[in-house]
């Protein structure tokens, strides 16, 4: 089996460095960990504080973070070395809030 490098948990909020044009904010993980033959990508949901009101903004209370929303539309995968510091976690519960809007957004619900 091949061996997992530990960098960030599903569910985890760490500081993001998104570059210039999104500059470093808070993202969600929302992927797997990656093993050795896969390519070392973590998929992020950014968090922001400038709301549109879009049914893919999902707001929620959490202590670590200012009030805003995950933008689901801005899904991206980045390179670990992006990754900053974990900031937090969200809960189960919390995580399904996203989840759910996310499969929306992607067609995936059942």
Do not use: N, Y
């Amino acid at each position: 089996m091949p061996r997992r490098l530990r960098v960030a948990e599903r569910g985890e909020v760490w500081q993001v460095d998104f570059g210039m044009v999104q500059k470093v904010r808070p993202g969600l993980v929302v992927s797997v960990p990656f093993g050795d033959l896969d390519r070392a990508l973590v998929a992020i949901i950014p968090h922001t504080t400038s709301l549109r009101g879009s049914e893919f903004e999902v707001a929620m209370p959490v202590r670590f973070l200012q009030p805003g929303a995950f933008m689901i539309q801005g899904l991206v995968a980045v390179p670990p070395k992006l990754l900053m510091r974990r900031l937090g976690v969200l809960s189960p519960d919390q995580l399904a809030v996203v989840e759910q809007r996310l499969r929306r957004w992607l067609g995936l619900e059942a």
